[in-house]
């Protein structure tokens, strides 16, 4: 049974840090591995799509990385803007979408 | 991509009442999951609902208590039945549309 953790579980840094959140899973047999974000009351945003023969994607400020071999993938967020403030999960599919806990991000101005 | 509504919103309810939401998707779709977003708490899936089978469910959850209709390729609900204060949660449906997972603005629920 796949499980999915997230750390940490909150984050607060001030604007302009770039930062890092880790994603981690138990079963390497995935399909893809998505991020998204959520913010307050509201559904979830795709941000990044890794398929599971990649090892990385990119768009504009975030990028995310993908270790299918040790279970691991992270979101680099470069220089952070309060805009950015919400909850990141991470998504790990095969026939359904395994989610994490949630990185609860807040950028301090 | 995919464009997904659902309806209502939001909804406060009596406890023994049912609701039923409703799912609509832009595009064709084979596969549509509802998740439960408990306060607080990650998304939990409930079922999947393929169009002309019955839908799948998650350990822990049962048809009794959350039965699902998919009549089309574009549509689909999942009713909360016999709600208590428990099931106070976001109910958020989802597809799968190519390589890309999808979700809807979610119907929050407030059961009294």
């Known amino acids: 049974k796949q499980e999915v953790t997230q750390i940490p579980a909150a984050l607060s840094v001030p604007e302009g840090e770039n930062l890092v959140l880790n994603c981690s899973f138990t079963?390497?047999?995935?399909?893809?591995l998505q991020w998204f974000r959520q913010d307050p009351g509201k559904g979830l945003t795709s941000l990044l799509l890794?398929?599971?023969?990649?090892r990385e994607q990119t768009s504009g400020r975030l990028n995310a990385s993908l270790d299918k071999s040790s279970g691991r993938s992270t979101l680099y967020i470069a220089a952070s803007q309060p805009g950015d403030s919400a909850t990141y999960l991470c998504?790990?599919?095969?026939?359904?979408?395994?989610f994490g806990p949630g990185t609860s991000l807040s950028v301090i101005p | 991509s995919a464009v997904i509504s659902q309806k209502p919103s939001r909804d406060i309810c009596q406890r023994g009442t049912s609701l039923t939401i409703q799912c609509q998707v832009d595009?064709?779709?084979?596969?549509m999951f509802w998740y439960r977003q408990q306060p607080g708490q990650s998304l939990t899936l409930i079922a999947t609902a393929n169009q002309g089978s019955e839908a799948t469910y998650e350990s822990g959850f049962v048809i009794d208590k959350f039965p699902i209709s998919r009549p089309n390729l574009t549509f689909s609900t999942l009713t909360v039945s016999n709600m208590s204060p428990e099931d106070s949660s976001i109910y958020l449906c989802s597809v799968r549309y190519g390589d890309t997972q999808y979700f809807g603005p979610g119907t929050r629920l407030t059961v009294l």
């Open positions: 998504g790990t599919s095969y026939d359904k979408v395994i």
């Open positions: 079963d390497s047999a995935i399909y893809n």
């Open positions: 595009s064709q779709v084979t596969m």
């Open positions: 890794i398929q599971s023969s990649q």
